[in-house]
Nanobody
Framework: VQLQASGGGLVQAGDSLKLSCAAF????????AGWFRQAPGKEREFVAA????????YYSDSVKGRFTISRDFAANTLYLQMDSLKPEDTGVYYC????????????????WGQGTLVTVSS
């Protein structure tokens, strides 16, 4: 299983970025999927998740209304559209496949991708 994340970069506050996560040797449609991030000196945290059917998504309070998670079943790819970026969104973003679980409707990961660095300057 390989999850290849891309799309990170250096942007200014208020800008947008779209991250992609391409899956290889695994059918992404068999799993719920999500994104996590890790800021310098902090623990990895949940950002967003989407059910395997693609119909329902969940977001952390810090990104709700600004980020949108989506998936393309034909391309076997997961996306994260990030708008109105803030300096506190800076970190390494990781995609993952797994299962969404209560109570916070976060993702319990089975597979991790490598990270892609997002840096937001003020």
């Amino acid at each position: 299983v390989q999850l290849q994340a891309s799309g990170g970069g250096l942007v200014q506050a208020g800008d947008s970025l779209k991250l992609s996560c391409a899956a290889f040797r695994v059918a992404m449609s068999n799993y719920d999927a999500g994104w996590f991030r890790q800021a310098p000196g902090k623990e990895r945290e949940f950002v967003a998740a989407i059910r395997r059917t693609g119909g329902v998504s969940y977001y952390s309070d810090s990104v709700k209304g600004r980020f949108t998670i989506s998936r393309d079943f034909a391309a076997n790819t997961l996306y994260l559209q990030m708008d109105s970026l803030k300096p506190e969104d800076t970190g390494v973003y990781y995609c993952a496949l797994g299962a969404i679980a209560p109570p916070g409707e976060t993702l319990g990961p089975h597979f991790w991708g490598q990270g892609t660095l997002v840096t937001v300057s003020s």
